[in-house]
């Protein structure tokens, strides 16, 4: 079977390919640096950028984790940045979401490390609400519960709500599991609300999502495009944009980019293009590109400008 995949011309050229991405990040020093998050007062909502598809989210008065991943390492490719934030400056948890079973998503020894780090600091573990047919992949890992959802469906911790939404991604973790689900969650806890994409190719269903639940707040994936076949799993920042004009979000915040070298655009590439994008738009003022690892806050009525801590490093 080797010796086969070894005499296809397509699985040689992906294999050429893939080596000069382990190679350049190799050979690339990790830079950025780690910050203890702010943590806002009750009513208010924080948003802290930890790096890929990593978030921090205070929200509806719980401490949220969106697919966290502080791996240095993803298996053989090297992280790029540090980690906006490291796990033992962060408050207890209350809830973990998990978008898929990609490993640079559902990154298991992260998982495991919140569970010790909130059990730690509070005597108990946190939830985890993961798609359907994931259960198994985080279920020996210490969560107090664990939450499976589809498409559509909602679940309720105290005062937030956070419902399930379609993307167009896959769900496997390996070659034969495409029975798992996958997808993105928008959240709802008092006047905020935010969208978290997960992976996913420009669809028809941003344009649902933003009819049926109006986040305030979409974070998108701008990252891992090339080559062009890889939009048909992964949006470039024309798609972002055009994401995000489908949802009627007030707030833009690209993610996935930077990070792990994935694809073959030049790694700065994905917030040039969008700076680009967001200009022919006209939404330059509602793209917020966070720096890792510093704490935006949200108000309750509207946004503290004072306590925007992200820099917009395309309007320099």
């Given amino acids: 079977m080797l010796k086969q995949a070894l005499q296809n011309p397509a699985l040689r050229k992906r294999a050429r390919q893939f080596g000069r991405l382990v190679r350049h990040s190799a050979v690339t020093a990790r830079i950025g640096e780690s910050h203890k998050p702010v943590l806002v007062s009750d009513g208010d909502m924080g948003l802290t950028f930890i790096g890929h598809a990593t978030f921090f989210l205070q929200v509806g008065g719980e401490n949220v984790i969106i697919d966290p ?143 049926r639940l109006a986040p305030q707040v979409a974070l998108l994936p701008i990252g891992a495009y090339n080559p062009e076949t890889f939009r048909n799993v992964h949006t470039n920042p024309a798609d972002a944009t055009r994401a995000f004009l489908d949802l009627k979000s007030r707030w833009m915040v690209p993610m996935h980019y930077g990070t792990f070298r994935l694809s073959h655009e030049p790694i700065d590439e994905p917030l040039q293009l969008l700076e680009k994008e967001a200009l022919a738009a006209g939404i330059t003022e509602r793209v917020l590109v966070l720096d890792e690892g510093i704490t935006k806050t949200f108000l309750a009525l509207t946004i503290s400008w004072a306590k925007i801590f992200c820099r917009r490093r395309f309007y320099a």
């Fill in 69 to 211: 991943n502080f791996a240095r390492w993803l298996f053989v490719l090297k992280r790029l940045r540090q980690p906006g934030v490291k796990i033992p400056d962060l408050p207890p948890v209350d809830l973990v979401l998990i978008t898929h079973a990609h490993f640079d998503h559902l990154h298991r020894p992260s998982l495991r490390a919140l569970v010790q780090h909130t059990k730690r600091h509070r005597g108990s573990a946190p939830t985890i609400v993961v798609p359907g047919q994931v259960f198994d992949l985080v279920s020996d890992l210490g969560f107090r519960d664990v939450v499976e959802l589809n498409w559509w469906s909602s679940y309720r911790h105290r005062d937030l709500t956070i419902t399930h939404v379609p993307s167009r991604h896959w769900g496997a973790r390996v070659l034969r599991d495409a029975h798992r689900g996958y997808g993105g969650y928008v959240l709802r806890g008092g006047k905020h609300s935010v969208y978290h994409a997960g992976d996913t190719a420009y669809f028809s269903g941003f344009r649902e999502i933003g009819m």
